[in-house]
């Protein structure tokens, strides 16, 4: 790998911000918007999992590379009428929010693949449009969500507000940490915190996330969709 490849570089802000002892944190390239090459490319270079805000966009990479054994994320919101193609398609949801769309993810998961990963999104900060279920509510959606063989409970994902002040986005980041061992208590299957993204993934990781999302660092701007 070219040492000035982003990659290469994230890889290691990544390394540097693991505290000492700490489980090594997934890196996932948000590919939402960007071309199946752009993919390609980043998985030449060693990177294996990829996330995607977009069914339809989704499945079409998926399926151009299908040559490729690349695991796949969704990571925006999701509707009941596409619960099968992502239960069909992807290896992971991270975008889980309500009860309804439990049922339907695991009863088309095909049965010659793994259990669904799933990650409940939950909304840390109290912005009324943000996707997620309130804090209080994540432990019962993970209750359900653990009674469904098909499909398997990892941990929890949020966007925490952009707030300017990298304090408050802390304080967030820290919010959803002190939830997700609080859960994990009850579901030790969990394994898996979903925060950071391109701006403060090292904060993120200084909380505890064990999993970044990262897309603009990584591939540059996006084009409109
Ligand atoms: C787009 C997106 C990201 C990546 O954002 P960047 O700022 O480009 O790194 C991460 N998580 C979710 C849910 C997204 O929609």
């Not at 752009?38 to 590379?65: D, P």
């Not at 994320?73 to 992971?92: M, T, Y």
């Not at 993810?105 to 939950?122: T, W």
Request: charged share 25%; net charge positive.
């Amino acid at each position: 790998m070219h040492p000035d490849h982003p990659l290469h570089t994230i890889r290691a802000a990544i390394a540097a911000a693991t505290p000492p002892g700490a489980p090594p944190v997934r890196l996932l390239a948000v590919s939402k918007t960007q071309r199946a090459d752009a993919v390609r490319a980043l998985a030449t270079l060693g990177q294996r999992a990829f996330g995607e805000n977009y069914v339809q966009e989704g499945v079409a990479k998926i399926r151009t590379l299908a040559d490729l054994a690349l695991e796949w994320h969704l990571i925006g919101p999701l509707q009941s009428n596409k619960c099968r193609e992502v239960a069909e398609h992807f290896d992971w949801i991270e975008s889980l929010d309500r009860a309804k769309l439990i049922e339907p993810l695991a009863r088309f998961r095909p049965p010659h693949r793994p259990p669904l990963a799933v990650l409940v999104q939950v909304k840390i900060d109290d912005e009324p449009t943000k996707a997620g279920v309130a804090p209080d509510a994540a432990a019962e959606l993970c209750r359900l969500v653990a009674a469904q063989p098909r499909l398997a409970l990892r941990g929890l994902m949020a966007i925490p507000a952009p707030h300017p002040d990298p304090a408050l986005r802390r304080g967030a980041f820290a919010r959803l940490r002190g939830l997700y061992e609080r859960l994990r208590a009850a579901f030790p299957q969990m394994d898996t915190l979903s925060m950071g993204m391109s701006d403060d993934y090292a904060l993120a990781i200084a909380e505890g996330a064990t999993e970044v999302r990262i897309g603009t660092a990584l591939f540059g701007p996006r084009t409109a969709r």
